[in-house]
Each structure stands twice: as structure tokens, then as C-alpha cells.
């Protein structure tokens, strides 16, 4: 598996300002995802970072709210825009395609938990 | 649309039993499913993929079965440790997608 790092770890945010979050691979790697877990619910997709195009969004997320890069193989931003309370939730990005072979194995970093006031 | 549905939500379990978590999903035409386990707080950590040719995957006490005419998967997991309390989650990939579509988890506490 590979070493996946995101930062901030924890943030607490006023509402109506942005935070980037970064996500950081050892490896590279084919896809890289973001993901949110709001309170006490499951994970939702909310893009696949594409590297050097624009992110695809799912329903429901659009890139004003939730702009993606992706630069290289081993390196992604989220950030979360004119934030507001419903925001509060985990994010997290996940990997899949080590070393550039993909074999459909996703991996999770260690998440950034958000707290919005 | 692909669901997927976990059951129970909750399960508490003297050390030493051996248990089995449930995964349903509603569309057969899975590309891979795989088995996450969550920390309080923490992200998730990959436990066993298995890919839709497969009937099972084995890592050391954990075994993982799936079923697509029937729509299930299940964690088996051997001799249970105080250790093994976390949130236990699956998640469905369709053939066509990289999405994986989560199901909403089971939180295992194993008593010592």
C-alpha cells in the first residue's frame, strides 16, 4: 500500500471562508478521489481529480463550491469554498492505481476533519 | 442506482467469538467489492478486495465472501480482540465506474 498524507489534519473554519486541503502520495498513482463523511453518515464521492484537466464532478458537487488540481501523479487539493456550517464534515482522499498499474484497490489517507462556525 | 446496505448498524461481542458482518447491494454488476475498517476519527483502512470473478479473499483471521446472484458479502472475522472494535465498512464498485458506493457501516465493539 502507499503513504498518503493530508493537511491540514483538523481545521476549524468561519463561515464564508475557504480552506485547501492537500493530499500528498508517496507513489504514483493512476486516480486519485476526494470523498466526504459528513456527521455520522457513510462516505460520498465528490470528484475524481483528473491530472492536468478539470476534475469530474458527482451529482450534486460542483467545482465553484469544491475546486479540485491535480498537478502530478502524487499530489491533489480539495478546497471547500464560502464555507458554512453544513460543510462540517471529513474529507478525505483516496488512491487507486500504485506505482501506475491500476488493480482496483482504492486506499484512504488519514482524512481532514473540518469544524465550520 | 446501486445501493448498499449493512446490517446491523451495531454489534457487541465478548473477546474470542467468532462473527460475521452482512453487506447487501442491490445491483449485481459489481466490478470489485471491497472491505474497509474505520477508527473513531481516523480514515479508512483497506482490509480485502474482491474482485466480482471471486467467491472469497482471506487475510489472516478476516475472511471475506461474495455472492452476486444473491447481492451479498460477508466479513468474517475469526477470534475476535478488543483490538477489532472499529467501524466496518463496505463498499460496491460498478463495472463502468471508479466510484465506490459505501454502505453506512457497522460499528463492532468487542468486550474484553
Known amino acids: 500500500s502507499a503513504v498518503i498524507s493530508q493537511k491540514p489534519s483538523r481545521d476549524i473554519c468561519q463561515r464564508g471562508t475557504s480552506l485547501t486541503i492537500q493530499c500528498q502520495v508517496d507513489?504514483?498513482?493512476?486516480?486519485m478521489f476526494w470523498y466526504r463523511q459528513q456527521p455520522g453518515q457513510s462516505l460520498t464521492l465528490i470528484a475524481t481529480?483528473?491530472?492536468?484537466?478539470?476534475?469530474?464532478?458527482e451529482s450534486g458537487f460542483v467545482i465553484d463550491k469544491f475546486p479540485i488540481s491535480r498537478p502530478n501523479l502524487t499530489f491533489s487539493t480539495l478546497t471547500v469554498s464560502n464555507m458554512s456550517p453544513e460543510d462540517s464534515s471529513i474529507y478525505l482522499c483516496?488512491?487507486?492505481?500504485?506505482?501506475?498499474?491500476?488493480?482496483?484497490?482504492?486506499?484512504f489517507g488519514p482524512g481532514t476533519r473540518l469544524t465550520v462556525t | 442506482k446501486q445501493e448498499v446496505t449493512q446490517i446491523p448498524a451495531a454489534l457487541s461481542v465478548p473477546e474470542g467469538e467468532n462473527l460475521v458482518l452482512n453487506c447487501s447491494f442491490t445491483?449485481?454488476?459489481?466490478?470489485?467489492l471491497q472491505w474497509f475498517r474505520q477508527d473513531p476519527g481516523k480514515g479508512l483502512t483497506s482490509l480485502l478486495l474482491?474482485?466480482?470473478?471471486?467467491r472469497e479473499q482471506t487475510s489472516g483471521r478476516l475472511n471475506a465472501s461474495l455472492d452476486k446472484s444473491s447481492g451479498r458479502s460477508t466479513l468474517y472475522i475469526a477470534a475476535s480482540q478488543p483490538g477489532d472494535s472499529a467501524t466496518y465498512l463496505c463498499?460496491?464498485?460498478?463495472?463502468?465506474?471508479?466510484?465506490?458506493?459505501f454502505g453506512s457501516g457497522t460499528r463492532l465493539l468487542v468486550r474484553p
Open positions: 445491483d449485481s454488476a459489481i466490478y470489485n
Open positions: 463498499a460496491a464498485r460498478m463495472d463502468s465506474s471508479y466510484k465506490l458506493i
Open positions: 474482491i474482485q466480482s470473478s471471486q
Open positions: 507513489s504514483q498513482v493512476t486516480m
Open positions: 483516496s488512491v487507486e492505481g500504485l506505482g501506475g498499474v491500476p488493480r482496483g484497490e482504492q486506499y
Open positions: 481529480a483528473n491530472q492536468g484537466s478539470e476534475a469530474t464532478y
